[in-house]
């Protein structure tokens, strides 16, 4: 099983249920694109999870090594919280989709590296790209607008592409990502 499979099995509860939820958000579900597959393997659940566990309270500055191990502590955690922080938590979670998505940019997840100052997509869609831009986008006030095309000025910089290519899950470039 992935380990968000496992995830599923083991840390029942009530943020369980609000992940179950929010993969359906029309505003997530158009972000990411993900293909059957991937939703078949709970990467949607993950993805979700690894929203909350990154940008709620600043989380990515907890974390210190296994993701893996830092992303279940977090579902447990989340599973404790009250009914109201929930509630908090969901709108938090689709006022930062629907910012992302009134960005009105097809792939915002997607990968670019820099050739000869122009940008050359690499993939669809990456998870380091997801983290930085997901956290950045939640702090952001929710009636504004996101300039993504901005934003992917970020893979002109050889240190933030560093951040995304690679070993993602390192600590260091979770933390200098976001």
Known sequence: LEAQELRNATCRGPFKKLIKELVKNDFFVSATNLSEGKVKK??????????????????YTQYKGSF????????????????????????????????IDNSNIDLPFAKFKSKNNQLVKMSNFNVAVYDSLVVASSKMDHE???????FRELFHDEEYFRTVEGSTNDASKVHTRI
Request: hydrophobic share 40%.
């Open 144 to 150: 504004s607008s996101i300039d993504l095309e901005k």
């Open 42 to 59: 709970m990467e949607d659940e993950e993805l979700v999870l690894r929203f909350f566990a990154l940008s709620y309270r600043n989380g």
């Open 68 to 99: 893996k191990n830092f992303l279940t502590q977090k579902m447990i955690d989340f599973n404790e919280l009250e009914p109201d922080q929930l509630s908090y938590m969901k709108e938090y979670f689709i006022d930062t989709f629907k910012l």
